[in-house]
């Protein structure tokens, strides 16, 4: 039941009800809560969202193993990048607050024992949290634009000689480090939190935050795999048709 496909005429609060998880993403559609028994397809024609792409995006949240479909290349980039841009707001300004809001309340509640622990966790999650955000912003700032870039010099056939010197920088080579890079610290933090922290005072608290760490990651690791399974890959493409001709 649960790797059933999410289709147009399945009503919305069915697909909520077969994965929860669905809700922040649907979130970054426009989409508000209280849509009643609409289907997919009537909620999407109501706020003109493409029908197709959402789709594709859902399900490839729903079950990773859809994320095989080729589909998804076949959308302009500014669809794509516009849901990227949505999905960076909800880890700024949703994500990131709720997850301050639990550390910060393990730690007004933490006992004396831990206060020794307490600045151990707060700077890894600063670290992190900044080390995410400066990811984000570079990627709005330099990723993105390269991408508009890219495409106008494809569908124009006018290269200016600056992009043809961005394209020999490998700017997506660097992103994939980075995601690398991000995964690993994430990891680190949790890691820290299950194997080394002493018995707490409030552990509901922390066994909440921790949760919504494995969730944050988890929703990471799909939106890196649309960044990298499919605007890079598009990126590549126009890259090497934009290489080729202009030798």
């Known amino acids: 039941m649960k790797h059933l496909p999410i289709y147009a005429h399945m009503k919305l609060a069915d697909a909520i009800h077969l994965n929860y998880l669905l809700l922040p993403i649907i979130g970054r559609f426009g989409i508000e809560l209280g849509f009643g028994n609409k289907t997919i397809k009537e909620v999407c024609e109501e706020k003109e969202i493409n029908l197709s792409f959402f789709l594709e995006i859902v399900n490839s949240y729903h079950n990773k193993d859809y ?44 006992s004396i024992e831990n206060k020794s622990n307490n600045k151990l966790i707060t700077n890894f999650f600063e670290e992190y949290k900044n080390e995410l955000i400066n990811h984000l912003k570079q990627e709005e700032t330099s990723l993105f634009p390269y991408t508009f870039e890219l495409d106008e010099a494809n569908k124009t056939k006018i290269v200016p000689s600056s992009t043809i010197e961005k394209i020999s920088e490998k700017l997506v080579e660097k992103e994939h480090d980075d995601h690398n890079d991000l995964e690993e610290k994430l990891f680190d933090l949790k890691n820290l939190i299950i194997k080394f922290l002493p018995p707490v005072k409030r552990k509901d608290i922390l066994e909440k935050l921790l949760i919504e760490l494995f969730r944050l990651e988890e929703d990471l690791e799909d939106h890196s795999r649309i960044e990298e399974q499919v605007l890079i890959p598009r990126i590549i493409q126009i890259e090497k048709k934009i290489i080729a001709q202009s030798v």
Not at 80 to 90: A, G, K, Q, S
Not at 92 to 109: G, T
């Open 67 to 110: 994320f095989a479909s080729e589909e998804l290349q076949n959308y302009p980039l500014t669809l794509v990048v516009e849901y990227l841009i949505n999905t960076h707001n909800y880890y700024i300004d949703v994500k990131i607050p709720e997850l301050e809001e639990m550390l910060n309340s393990f730690l007004e509640n933490s």
